[in-house]
């Protein structure tokens, strides 16, 4: 029978021809305890776990057709209820963002949002109680399917569960924003929807969910859904009964509101529509009309589709999850050869990250070395301590621990340590005469195999090999501080350098699980060429005379993790100005080196601001130092010349072959530098903004490409 969601979907399918369509099985089964016959529906698209289960529009009209079955048999007496769950370790993860991306009318986003209405909708008008087993991931319209049911359980296996709409420039569309603070209050609500979503899209876990009271019963994963349909007859037969705390809404309700506000101007300043947008919607949802909600969802759905900052989202996404496994110019991994032990020169504390990422990750024999007992001691104790950290997490075993402790080890002599390691990687002072030093004393006592790696951050590696006999091993393997959280790995290709030995990095670098990108031996390389360039530029409108807050708030609305003050506090303002001296030698029109960020270093000051009130506040003995002109800019004029710089450096270094395409651009300022995924990295809202085509006369990007389609 055709009714108006059957043809809405109709058509929404038409614009998704390649969806990889979910069936939505129905069986009937007896449930325990003599409680009747039951339908349970399973979300299943027909691929293991490593594909997850996701609603398209073809997908909606399968789950749509098993509603229209299951409501017949209940409004004819024939169940007693109806529960849907999900293939193994998938309940289902959200909407197939691929059909998404090819929306190119407001009316057809919003029929999306409305047709994920109508049938989820549906499954709450059932006229028997309806069950939702969070059975494993469950994200998006997967979480919300469940919202509209009666009752929910949920796995204690169950590894990750969110709402991650506002993350990409969305909001939970189909019931999130009007349900999820209906069903646990609006403090809670703003928690998962806004705070977790835009805290890199934080997951939680299964106890967590039921925590929350999102899910009325958590049960064991080995045989979650057994003992949930044991549960489930229990309910039915009225021997267990549910209880919900009850759901403040008066100044509460507008008190989290508030909060969520407070925590989306801190990420985003306002930059992105996607978190005010969802929290309009929970506002309203104080009055429990459901119906109301939906319509606004759909609403702003259709609008935040329509709009850069979801494309720029996805595109992110994209990046991430697909292009960051397939890194652009990566030579046959069939050339790479095995690692089975790891050298790590120094045991400073960049040194002793590296040590302890290859020792979690490679599970190997792990040797540092240095230049005294005391410091080469003190390397292995960071990594000892570190391990020991994890098992009181409960994050390893004892035994696991016990390995991993075994397997590090501190020696001052080279020859000892690194005679039969097949990686060895150089963590010392950045100067370019001590790393030629260290890779000559390296190469003399190595193997013949062993790839020499730098974690230099700006200079040649090129140059750092040159005076090698065997130059064609040497590779640069730069890591992002904090090594642990930032996913990023820059991969560079000396002059000299052989395919074996790319191919051996990268399948390091995999292993280690980190987001390699391949670059050009460049100066600066990526991210600390853009950065530097952009600190640089916010650098110089302050020596030439405009006050360092208006040169701060100018870039707030990128809505970027941090402004450049407290970034190069972070980074360390020597360690800025060693990357800035480095790229004025390279490019002495377009890099200066700041006076007065050279006095800071030299004064021994750590960063531009105090922080006594506990806000950033600048430091009066920095204000002292600082000497400037009397050229002052307003906000814009300070955000243009900035933008205009950094477009400038990102066209030129795409000219030179630095990276593949912008594509590896953004992929490493999202990773390695934590910029936001509504900004796309950055040449999508470059292009967005019309800065791409004011300093370069065209677009980074094509059409389509983290924009709406033409």
Known sequence: MSTPTTELLKGAAELFPDEVVTSAHVRHLDLPYGAGKFALITLDNGFDHTKPTTFGPGSLANLNAAIDQVEKEAADGGIVGVGITGKP???????????????GRHEDALAIGKGGHEVFKRLAGLAVPTFAYYNGAAMGGGVEVGLHCSYRTVSKALPAFSLPEVFLGLVPGWGGCALLPNLIGAEKAVSVIIENSLNQNKQLKGKQVFDLGIADAIFE???FLEQSLIWTANVLKGDVAVERAEIDRGEAWDQAVAKGKFIADGKVHGAAPAAYRALDII??????????GFDAEDQALADLIMGGELRSGIYSFNLVQKRAKRPAGAPDKSLARPVSKVGVVGAGLMASQLALLFLRRLEVPVVLTDIDQERVDKGVGYVHAEIDKLLGKGRINQDKANRLKALVSGVLDKAEGFSDADFIIEAVFEEIGVKQQVFAEVEAVAPAHAILATNTSSLSVSEMASKLKHPERVVGFHFFNPVAILPLLEIVRGEKTDDASLATAFAVAKKLKKTAVLTKDAPAFVVNRILTRFMGEIQNVIDEGTPVETAEKAIEPLGLPMSPLVLLELVGPAIGLHVSETLNRAFPDRFKVSPN?????????????????GKPELDPEVAALLKQGDSVLTEEQVRDRVLDAVAQEIGLMLDEGVVAEAQDIDLCLITGAGWPFHLGGITPYLDRAGVSERVRGKKFLAPGVASVPA
């Open 597 to 613: 960020l050279k006095a800071v270093v030299e004064a021994g000051k750590r960063g531009f601001y105090v922080y006594d009130s």
């Open 89 to 103: 370790f998938i309940f289902a993860v959200g909407a197939d963002l691929k059909g998404v991306e090819l929306l």
């Open 283 to 292: 506002a309203a949802a104080k009055s429990g009309d459901l119906q109301a």
């Open 221 to 223: 994963g080995a045989d």
